[in-house]
């Protein structure tokens, strides 16, 4: 019988370059849609697809990540006296629907070493791995997607998509073999392959199920430059014993780590909302007729 994954991790390093000068101040994964943060939408997937224990791996500058993810005794007591309660709820429930741990990376050496600072955390247990610059849209959740699928082949599981623009340059590119179904072999992964050697047309994009092995393959990478140890080497060090497959999941994903696709997350999670999103979808409607 295959043990339950109740248990994810969530890397949140890099500097938010690309979103300059307001990550000087505040994390990317923090950066609201519409009114609630990219990280948070991440949690609250990670709680739909029955994880029970969050860790959120934090580097340098990320303390305010905790902060949110934290009670707030001063804000919760005040909220509490004047009788606001909805909104006292909506405080509450950042924190306290998972155990929410936290971990550091006190220097930025690389993916790798971020998901080694989960070890302890996971033990001997599958999964879940999510980017922090990952934000997907779906009626079933993707983590719960990835496993699903894990259940079925018990091998470690990339989500991936398809990606017909040239953006696929911009990601790791899976080489696969034989299917069934949404399900792939996946024999390697291709870090941002030119157009002309593409292995496929499957993106991997921020979500992962992860069995214990990969730690051992993290641990035997040569460090590359600046000391810095790469996910992706770990993860073709696994493909290559065969424990991977490429999960072509179901929903609406977004580059949180770009301006334009960060726009667009807002616009169109604001559309979705019973409170405006008529609103709003009227507000455009109107811009487009006057243009």
């Known amino acids: ?23 000087k101040a505040v994390p990317k994964e923090i950066l609201p849609v519409v009114d ?12 739909a697809s029955g994880i029970t224990d969050v860790m959120i791996v934090l580097g340098r500058g990320k303390e305010s990540i905790k902060q949110y993810f934290t009670p707030s005794p001063v804000l919760e007591q005040a909220l509490e006296k004047t009788g606001k309660t909805e909104f006292l709820r909506i405080v509450r429930n950042t924190y306290s629907r998972a155990n929410i741990v936290f971990a550091y990376q006190e220097k930025p050496l690389g993916s790798g070493d ?5 070890r302890d955390f996971t033990g001997q247990e599958p999964f879940v791995l999510a980017w922090g610059d990952d934000l997907i849209h779906a009626s079933t959740p993707v983590a719960a997607q990835l496993i699903a699928a894990h259940e079925k082949t018990g091998k470690s599981v990339l989500g991936v ?5 040239d953006d696929i340059t911009k990601y790791g590119v899976a080489k696969v073999g034989s299917a069934c179904g949404r399900t792939y072999d996946c024999l390697s ?14 993106a991997a994009l921020g979500r992962y199920v992860l069995n214990p092995e990969i730690y051992g393959k993290i ?3 040569t460090p590359g430059a600046g000391g810095e140890i790469q996910f992706t080497d770990a993860l073709n060090a696994l493909c290559g014993a065969g ?7 179901e929903g609406r994903r977004y580059d949180m780590g770009d301006k334009f696709g960060a726009v667009v997350a807002t616009v169109e999670y604001a559309l979705r909302s ?3 999103g008529d609103r709003l979808r009227a507000y455009l409607a109107d811009m487009a007729a006057n243009k």
């Open 189 to 202: 992964i291709v870090e941002k392959p030119s157009l002309d050697r593409l292995p496929s047309r499957l």
């Open 1 to 23: 019988m295959q043990t339950k994954i109740t248990k994810a991790v969530i890397p949140c390093g890099g500097m938010g370059t690309r979103f300059l000068p307001i990550t």
């Open 161 to 165: 998509q398809t990606v017909n623009t």
């Open 274 to 276: 019973p409170e405006y």
């Open 243 to 249: 424990g991977v497959c490429a999960y072509d999941f």
């Open 114 to 118: 971020a998901v080694m600072k989960a």
């Open 219 to 221: 641990e035997n990478l």
């Open 36 to 47: 609630t943060p990219v990280l948070a939408y991440i949690v609250d997937e990670m709680i």
